[in-house]
Every structure is written in C-alpha cells, then in structure tokens.
C-alpha cells in the first residue's frame, strides 16, 4: 500500500517486529499472578465476611439461636484470618517481598491451622447427622454442619491457592532482583 508521498519504505510493513524489545516473562507472569491473588483475596474476605457476620448476630442475639447457631471455637480464631489477606493487599502496589513473606506465613497460622482444627472439631456433628439424620444447630433452616463445612472447603481451596500463587510471585520477583543483580 503506498503512501500519499509515494511507496512505503522497507521494513516498515510490520515484519520487523523480530527485533523489537519484549516483557520479559517474569514481569508478565507477576501481573497474571498479581491479578489472581487479588480476586483469591477478596473471595476470601468474602468468605471472612460471613463468618464474621455469623459471629456478630449469634454473639449480640440479634436473632435467635434457632435461626442463627452459636459459633464454634474454630470460627472465632478464623477471624484472625483477615490479617494474611491485609498484608497481601499492601504487598502487591509496590512488590513487597516482606509483606507477601508475612501473608504466606500468617495464612498458613491464621487461615490454614482454624480450618482444620474446624474440620476436625465438627466432625462428630457431621458423622452423627451423616449417621443417623440429627442435627441440633441450624443456619436458616439448613444444618449448620454442613454449611460450615461448605465454608471450610471453599476457604481451604481459597487459602490453598493463595499461598500457592504468592509462593510463585515471590519466585518471579526474586527472578527480576537476582537479574538486576547479575547486571
């Protein structure tokens, strides 16, 4: 195609690109992480939501025990679980190694370590209302085993990949620091 001033000149109708500059693979990998972290974060504060909310009403009577079942002790230490997600939040502007290092750390203390102690603190409810069909506490009419358990399988998966795709930010940055070191 020619230009108003005459023929295009050579090499300027886009097969030149081999020469150009690209991204390098960890900055593009830091973003995809970055992104996923961040939507892992806040289905987790989601989640935290919740369970927080379950422990408000039941702790302040705002509706009856029939409607909404006392808290477990697992869910009162799982309240401690905003704190990973806060220091995960402040760590991805500026790429804070840090604050991602204290995120894994305190999601494996404050997230991972409630949920199981929650799996295994309900599991005689679940296997007497597995058993024989019983159940005492409710949450809006449903048993309130089983919706705990629901949240502790979506917040074990949750919390899995969030230390897991934090661990592979942290490889992909120190990636770029151990780069900028050799130069």
Known sequence: MASRSGPRATGTDGSDFQHRERVASHYQMSVALKSEIKM???AHAVV?????AQVVVSQLN???HKVVAAPYQWEYLYLLSIIPTVFSFMALPKNNISYLVISMISAGLFCVAPILYGGMEMF????????????YRFIFGFSAVSIMYLALIISLQVNGW?????????DAWFTSTQDKKKK
Request: hydrophobic letters at 50%; charged letters at 10%.
């Open 62 to 64: 705002l509706v009856s």
């Open 162 to 170: 969030q230390i897991y795709y934090s661990k592979k930010l942290l």
């Open 124 to 135: 005689p409810v679940a296997q007497q209302l597995y058993r024989h069909g019983k159940a």
């Open 40 to 42: 892992l974060n806040i």
């Open 48 to 52: 935290w939501l919740l369970v927080a």
